[in-house]
């Protein structure tokens, strides 16, 4: 089975700290996602990346960026986290082909005061 | 362009009723499309997937769905509800960057004793 590990399920921070978000997968996935999910908003997609340093903007990519370093690390970060980011971050990975489907980890709650 | 639209943010059933969340969605390519589950405090599990073979696709825990092209649906359904299917449901179809997925806004389905 496919293992997606997201390191931190609830963080707290205050305004303007930068956070790091940390997504880990075993499955050799060249495909990696960052989406937000908000209650009545679904998921939306912030960014994604096909191959290592690579990245594409998703549908809400503002106040966030991306780091690739590693095929199997994926990583979000919030340079200055505000109050409307407070949101479940969820990593998923997918691999080339196949019929697509996505892979979630357990999912990172944070919290900005 | 693909997006889902996902009728009903809250459905309630009593347990051993007919289960029935509705998804139509819009696609510019022959759709892939998928329903995740998502239980408290945890992230997206794959119920099923349609990839253009059977248009009626069973899943997990006695879920199953049906791809009418004619309507642009993918229901899901269940004959009998039981407790342990209380969770939000999210439909959700490929997009056609990168094998994307694009989410409806999720149904919460209550099941009642």
């Known amino acids: 089975d496919v293992k997606v590990t997201q390191s931190s399920r609830y963080l707290v921070k205050r305004t303007g700290e930068k956070v790091f978000l940390e997504c880990v997968q075993d499955m050799d996935h060249e495909n990696m996602f960052w989406y937000r999910q908000d209650p009545g908003l679904g998921l939306r997609l912030i960014y994604f990346?096909?191959?290592?340093?690579?990245?594409e903007k998703g549908d809400i990519p503002e106040g966030y960026s991306v780091s690739r370093e590693k095929k199997e690390r994926f990583s979000l970060i919030l340079e200055s986290a505000s109050t409307n980011q407070t949101s479940m971050y969820l990593c998923?990975?997918?691999?080339?082909?196949?019929?697509?489907?996505?892979?979630f980890g357990e999912g990172s709650r944070l919290t900005v005061l | 362009a693909q997006s889902v639209t996902q009728l009903g943010s809250h459905v309630s059933v009593s347990e051993g009723a007919l289960v029935l969340l509705r998804c139509n969605y819009s696609s510019s390519v022959p759709p892939y499309l998928f329903w995740y589950v998502q239980y408290p405090n945890q992230g997206l599990q794959l119920l099923l997937k349609?990839?253009?073979?059977?248009?009626l696709v069973k899943g997990i825990n006695g879920f199953e769905a049906e791809f009418k092209k004619s309507e642009t649906s993918f229901h899901l359904t269940k004959p009998s509800a039981h407790m342990s299917d209380a969770a939000e449901y999210f439909c959700?179809?490929?997009?056609?960057?990168?094998?994307?997925?694009?989410f409806g806004r999720g149904t919460q389905l209550t099941v009642w004793p």
């Open positions: 959700a179809v490929r997009g056609s960057t990168l094998g994307r997925l694009y």
């Open positions: 990346s096909y191959d290592v340093k690579m990245k």
């Open positions: 998923a990975t997918k691999g080339t082909g196949g019929t697509g489907e996505l892979f």
């Open positions: 349609y990839t253009s073979a059977a248009t």
